[in-house]
């Protein structure tokens, strides 16, 4: 039912800055709460949490990035962004969008097709 669409990825300068968006259709169904995530997979490495933002606002964040990338939400709930500072190459993944939603019962593992961030030192 949730439809994910990631876009901002790109290629970057060690120490530059991207933004990547996430637009989730669904998102402001009434009957209906969200938690919106950000992952991401490097090649050769598990898919790992990146940051988590929750229906009432409250944010999470991977020790891993804590300082550079902030999670927020446009108002209407429609589109959530990961604002990415101080980038490192280690930062080079595809970025992948969450979905998980509450609708009397947990539906899991609404996914986005991934976002390419590449860092260069």
């Known amino acids: 039912q949730v439809q994910l669409v990631e876009s901002g990825g790109g290629s970057v300068q060690a120490g530059g800055s991207l933004t990547l968006s996430c637009a989730a259709s669904g998102y402001t169904d009434t009957d209906c709460t969200y938690d919106m995530s950000w992952y991401r997979q490097a090649p050769g490495k598990e898919r790992e949490f990146v940051s988590q933002?929750?229906?009432?606002?409250?944010?999470t964040y991977a020790d891993s990035v804590k300082g550079r990338f902030t999670i927020s939400q446009a108002n209407a709930k429609n589109t959530v962004y990961l604002q990415m500072n101080s980038l490192k190459p280690e930062d080079t993944a595809m970025y992948y969008c969450k979905a998980d939603r509450w609708c009397g019962s947990w539906e899991f593992g609404f996914w986005g097709q991934g976002t390419q961030v590449t860092v260069s030192s």
């Open positions: 933002i929750d229906d009432d606002g409250s944010t």
